[in-house]
């Protein structure tokens, strides 16, 4: 009898563990894989998180290479407008420098005819209010030569330049320094000198 209670105990007792047993794997998550698909799932939050991040630093840094693109054609932009003005004072001051010599003249306009045997040579000169106008011809010798614009002016700087003449001076003294600046050689058959001063007065020597 006593055996047999006993025995019933015992068995009593290893149902109860077993019970005990069984909640607590109940209660407890055995998956060990939920554990770490959790923490997959945080890590790929981090990993957006970061590509997110990445992406705004790229966009940051190119916003940066088109503000550096856009200050370089700003430079540039300045840069060449700047040589531009120096270029174009250049230019001025040149062109001041080789036009200087008929600023110099009494007279805006000049007219020569002479005539020889074997040709003509003639010239007009006209100052233009600063833009002058010049022409050469000269047939002497058989030869037909013709200037006009830059190079007739290039050619009268020189004698034009020589003229020391003013409304005063005799026909003499007009046909002499004509002579002598332009290096005509005697023996014309007609010489003949027109000179407009800027006070408006005129002189007009003649010798045939």
Known sequence: ???TMLTTVTAAAVLTLAACGNDDNGGTDNNP???LGNNNNVVNDDNNMNDDDDD??????DDDDDDDMMNDDDDDDDDNMMNNDDDDMNNEAAGDA???WYEELNFDEFELDAEYDDG????EYEYNDGEPEAEIED???GEEVEMEGDEALDELEEPLT???LDADSSDDEILDATMEAFDLED???ELEVEIEFFDDDEVEAEDE
Do not use: C, F, I, P
């Not at 705004?56 to 840094?61: F, G, I, K, V």
């Open 187 to 189: 023996g014309y058959d």
């Open 162 to 164: 020589e003229l020391d």
């Open 33 to 35: 894989n939920a554990d």
């Open 1 to 3: 009898m006593k055996k």
């Open 56 to 61: 705004d630093d790229d966009m940051m840094n």
């Open 98 to 100: 080789d036009g200087d």
């Open 120 to 123: 003509e040579y003639e010239v």
């Open 139 to 141: 047939s002497r010798g």
